[in-house]
């Protein structure tokens, strides 16, 4: 759990604690580098997960290095870190998949007859069965996976909310095994244990880094890409 400590410090500035580690955070920024997180904090350079330590590590106060881009020359990342995803542009993106997934999961349910209808003085109800209950999670796992996995970075949610997922340490596309992880652990957390997911999803909105769980568990970042 972080705190805030009341330690000596320039004027503007608080210290901010996550255990043994200690960082100074200010309502505004105070030069080249820093960054807003969600808590609408600013942090010093060294804290954004795309820093580099520069040469002068270690010797006193360290200068925002970000070292060389790990995007394209020309691209709008190579002058530095992209922003990270808002909590917003996040949960857009997740509705519109869950919407996108949800039409193709019914057909294939429908069409292998694993949707069963009950009828009680109650009312109607149904259920989905075998297996059409199979489908769904590995429909969701195989296009996170696929969609994540390749160089874009992104589901179509994403791309419609202006996000993509990229390596926390360099930046760069995670890759199908991290995908295949990501999606694997969030598809997890939602079917066997419930609340971790609502924990998952609601994690951004305090993380420093906009992090749900299986971003910290993949070791990726969820950034703007507009």
């Known amino acids: 759990m972080c705190h805030s400590q009341r330690r000596s410090a320039p004027p503007g500035l608080k210290w901010l604690c996550c255990g043994a580690d200690c960082c100074s955070v200010s309502d505004t920024s105070r030069g080249p580098g820093w960054w807003d997180a969600s808590d609408k904090k600013w942090y010093p350079p060294e804290t954004h997960p795309f820093y580099r330590a520069s040469e002068y590590a270690g010797h006193g106060a360290i200068p925002f290095s970000p070292g060389p881009s790990p995007y394209p020359r020309g691209t709008a990342y190579s002058i530095g870190p992209p922003s990270l995803a808002n909590y917003g542009q996040r949960i857009a993106g997740w509705l519109l998949d869950w919407v996108i997934l949800l039409v193709p999961s019914l057909a294939l349910a429908a069409l292998t007859h694993s949707i069963h209808t009950h ?107 507009r």
């Not at 769904?136 to 419609?160: A, D, E, K």
């Not at 993380?207 to 950034?223: A, C, E, M, W, Y």
């Open 119 to 225: 009828h009680s003085s109650t009312g109607a109800s149904f259920n989905v069965g075998m297996p059409g209950a199979l489908i769904s999670p590995i429909l969701i796992v195989i296009y996170g996976t696929v969609m994540c996995g390749s160089r874009r970075g992104q589901t179509l949610g994403m791309m419609v909310a202006g996000t993509r997922a990229v390596r926390a340490s360099t930046g760069e596309p995670i890759g199908y095994p991290a995908a295949l992880g990501r999606a694997t652990f969030e598809w997890l957390l939602a079917v066997l244990l419930f609340l971790p997911w609502v924990i998952d999803m609601l994690f951004p909105i305090w993380d420093p880094r906009n992090q749900t769980l299986h971003d910290k568990f993949s070791g990726t970042v969820v950034i703007q890409t």
